[in-house]
């Protein structure tokens, strides 16, 4: 059974960076069968997918254009986690930021998605001084 | 912020039939999968559909999905009270290049 376990600080004052971090267990950070993504959730912005990384022979990297001059998502290996850090923090992104697993299954050059089917706990993030 | 637009609220009494809509345009649900998404209260979000019409193991035959052209729907047939819950859409954007959710629909059972 896959689950994705969150950490990282609830609170971080403006202009800071964000940074959290999903440990992986019940599956590999490198397979090629899931991309591992970043998703907030907050009143004002609803649900907002922030960004994936995943590994076919090499590491790549989607980030979304809200976030994409601030946003760095990263895999480490030998952990079998991934992180998020998100720069320049304003209040505008107080959220609930969740790890998730978007599982593709791979059949020769075919890829099948299966969507988001693992999700963390959720963190919620404030930004306050 | 969102992408996708769903009407905010929908209801029906214990056994009725709920049906979600979620509308987008070519360069999301007309050029890809959509999939839904339940959020009980306090809880993370759960992959209901994948594929615009395929249920994951484990989800009811009481929720269904389909798609036309740019627009999905969700149905919930035989209504329960523990389908009380926020639903999402969601769907690749190919011109934004990443993931895009629908506002989301608040369903109660009266």
């Known amino acids: 059974q896959v689950q994705l376990q969150q950490s990282g600080p609830g609170l971080v004052k403006p202009s800071q960076t964000l940074s959290l971090t999903c440990a992986i267990s019940?599956?590999?950070?490198?397979?090629?069968?899931?991309?591992w993504n970043w998703i907030r959730q907050s009143p004002s912005r609803g649900l907002e997918w922030l960004g994936r990384?995943?590994?076919?022979?090499?590491?790549?990297?989607d980030y979304a254009v809200s976030v994409k001059s601030r946003i760095t998502i990263n895999p480490d290996t030998s952990k079998n986690q991934f992180s998020l850090q998100l720069n320049s923090v304003t209040p505008e992104d107080t959220a609930v930021y969740y790890c998730?697993?978007?599982?593709?299954?791979?059949?020769?050059?075919?890829?099948?998605?299966?969507?988001?089917?693992?999700w963390g706990q959720g963190t919620t993030v404030t930004v306050s001084s | 912020q969102s992408v996708l637009t769903q009407s905010p609220s929908a209801s029906g009494t214990p056994g009725q039939r709920v049906t979600i809509s979620c509308s987008g345009s070519?360069?999301?649900?007309?050029?890809?999968?959509v999939y839904w998404y339940q959020q009980l209260p306090g809880a993370a979000p759960k992959r209901l559909i994948y594929?615009?019409?395929q249920r994951p193991s484990g989800v009811p035959d009481r929720f269904s999905g389909s798609k036309s052209g740019t627009s999905a729907s969700l149905a919930i047939s035989g209504l329960r009270s523990e389908d009380e819950a926020d639903y999402y859409c969601?769907?690749?954007?190919?011109?934004?290049?990443?993931?895009?959710f629908g506002t989301g629909t608040r369903v109660t059972v009266l």
């Open positions: 998730v697993r978007e599982y593709i299954a791979v059949t020769g050059l075919n890829y099948y998605y299966y969507g988001m089917d693992v």
């Open positions: 019940g599956d590999s950070v490198s397979t090629n069968s899931a991309a």
């Open positions: 990384t995943y590994y076919r022979s090499k590491w790549y990297k």
């Open positions: 070519n360069s999301n649900i007309g050029s890809a999968y």
């Open positions: 594929r615009n019409d």
């Open positions: 969601a769907a690749w954007d190919g011109r934004l290049r990443g993931y895009v």
